[in-house]
C-alpha cells in the first residue's frame, strides 16, 4: 500500500526558504511512469496544486508560483522535495504531497496523500 | 490555466436528502481527466470520484458523477451522516491541474 509522509519545518521567516520532504513507502519513487506532486491549502481555504514531477525528472509548475518553485526526486531516500523561495505571509498553508495517477482511460487525478504538514511563515 | 466554478457554495441538506454539486469549467475538460474529492475538517481531501463518474476504492454507489466539456455533477443520493463536509472538484490538461473552490455540505 502507497504511503506518504510529509516532513518539515513548522515555521519559517519571511523571505527565507520553504523546505520540505515527502516519503514514499510502497512504492520506488522511480518507478516508471510515475508522477508525484505537492499541493497546499491556506487555513480556511481551498487547494491549490503547487507542482507536480514525472519519474525521468520534468517537473510542471502552477504559474503563479513558478518563479520561487522546485520540486525535485532523491532516488537514494526514495523521497521527492518542494523547495519555495522568498516566502511570505501568503504562503502559509497545509502543504500535502501527493499521488497524481495517469492510467486508461482515466488519470489526472491525486490518490493517495500525506496527511499534510502546516507550515507557517511568521517572523 | 482552466477556472474551475463551484456552486452553490453551501448546500445546508437533512440525512435522506439528494444532494447536488455543480462545477463548470472556463473551457472544455477531458471527461476522463475529471474527478472530485471530499474534505473533512482536520482531514486531507480523499478521492470521490475520477474520470468523471467511476467511484473510487471504498465509495458508495449513493455518490455518482456526470458531465462533460464544461459542465460536471457530483450527485449525493440519500446523504448520511459521515458525507458532510467540503467537496473539491478538479480538472487536468496540458501539464497542469487546477481545483474548484468547494462547495460545504452541512447538516440543516
Known amino acids: 500500500q502507497l504511503k506518504l509522509q510529509e516532513s518539515g519545518p513548522g515555521l519559517v521567516r519571511p523571505s527565507e526558504t520553504l523546505s520540505l520532504t515527502c516519503g514514499v513507502s510502497?512504492?520506488?519513487?522511480?518507478?516508471?511512469?510515475?508522477?508525484w506532486g505537492w499541493i497546499r491549502q491556506p487555513p480556511w481555504k481551498g487547494l491549490e496544486w503547487i507542482g507536480s514531477?514525472?519519474?525521468?525528472?520534468?517537473?510542471y509548475y502552477n504559474s503563479s508560483l513558478k518563479s520561487r518553485v522546485t520540486i525535485s526526486i532523491d532516488t537514494s531516500k526514495n523521497q521527492f522535495s518542494l523547495t519555495l523561495t522568498s516566502v511570505t505571509a501568503a504562503d502559509t498553508a497545509v502543504y500535502y504531497c501527493v499521488k497524481p495517477i495517469f492510467g486508461v482511460p482515466s488519470g489526472g487525478y491525486f490518490d493517495p496523500w500525506g496527511q499534510g504538514t502546516l507550515v507557517i511563515v511568521s517572523p | 490555466e482552466i477556472v474551475l466554478t463551484q456552486s452553490p457554495g453551501t448546500l445546508s441538506l437533512s440525512p435522506g436528502e439528494r444532494a447536488t454539486l455543480s462545477c463548470r469549467a472556463s473551457?472544455?475538460?477531458?471527461?476522463?481527466?475529471f474527478a472530485w474529492y471530499q474534505q473533512k475538517p482536520g482531514q486531507a481531501p480523499r478521492l470521490v470520484i475520477y474520470?468523471?463518474?467511476t467511484r473510487a476504492t471504498g465509495i458508495p454507489d449513493r455518490f455518482s458523477g456526470s458531465g462533460s466539456g464544461t459542465d460536471f455533477t457530483l450527485t449525493i443520493s440519500g446523504l448520511q451522516p459521515e458525507d458532510f463536509g467540503v467537496y473539491y472538484c478538479?480538472?487536468?490538461?496540458?501539464?497542469?491541474?487546477?481545483f474548484g473552490q468547494g462547495t460545504t455540505v452541512e447538516i440543516k
Open positions: 478538479q480538472q487536468y490538461g496540458s501539464s497542469s491541474w487546477s
Open positions: 514531477i514525472y519519474y525521468s525528472g520534468s517537473t
Open positions: 473551457q472544455h475538460v477531458s471527461s476522463s481527466f
Open positions: 474520470g468523471t463518474s
Open positions: 510502497g512504492a520506488s519513487i522511480s518507478s516508471r511512469d510515475n508522477y
